[in-house]
């Protein structure tokens, strides 16, 4: 498996284009090949930063797969996210939790508004 340490290469290479995962349907399609991928980045930092751009971006329920590169993540030292990181998680986890009462379309990138719903 080559290895990669760049972040724009990986995304040049493979074609990405993150303006092009906006819409959640077109992260599913990629979904699988990002996280095979994503396994390649040496870098745990820039690992972290496309998983954190992934989270942003993907469809609730998230897949097993996701759930297992996330807690893989988690658990290095160090991060220069790691804020960022557990807070993108903590939002999943929110959307998830929403899901269950049928709630689909809700901005929940606006923390303070999830709070004030959440009360």
Same mark, same amino acid.
């Given at each position: 498996?080559?290895?990669?340490? $760049?972040? *724009?290469?990986?995304?040049? @290479?493979? !074609?990405? $284009?993150?303006?092009?995962? +906006?819409?959640?349907?077109?992260? %599913?399609? #990629? ?5 095979? =991928?994503?396994d390649? @980045? ?13 989270? !942003?971006?993907? %469809?609730?329920p #998230?897949?097993? *797969? =996701?759930? %297992? =590169?996330? /807690? /893989?993540?988690?658990? +290095? ?5 790691? +804020? ?5 998680? !903590? ?10 009462? *049928?709630? /689909?379309?809700?901005?929940?990138? $606006?923390?303070?508004?999830?709070? *004030? !719903?959440?009360?």
């Open positions: 498996m080559v290895c990669i340490d $760049d972040l *724009g290469y990986f995304l040049s @290479i493979n !074609r990405i $284009d993150l303006a092009l995962l +906006e819409n959640s349907s077109l992260v %599913a399609l #990629w979904e699988s090949r990002i996280l095979i =991928l994503v390649c @980045i040496r870098n745990v930092d820039s690992r972290v930063d496309v998983l954190i751009e992934f989270m !942003r971006r993907t %469809a609730v #998230w897949s097993d *797969g =996701l759930e %297992a =590169l996330i /807690k /893989k993540c988690s658990t +290095e030292q160090n991060l220069r996210r790691r +804020e960022e990181f557990q807070e993108q998680y !903590r939002l999943l986890q929110m959307r998830k939790m929403l899901l269950r009462y *049928g709630i /689909k379309n809700f901005n929940i990138s $606006d923390s303070t508004m999830v709070k *004030g !719903r959440v009360k």
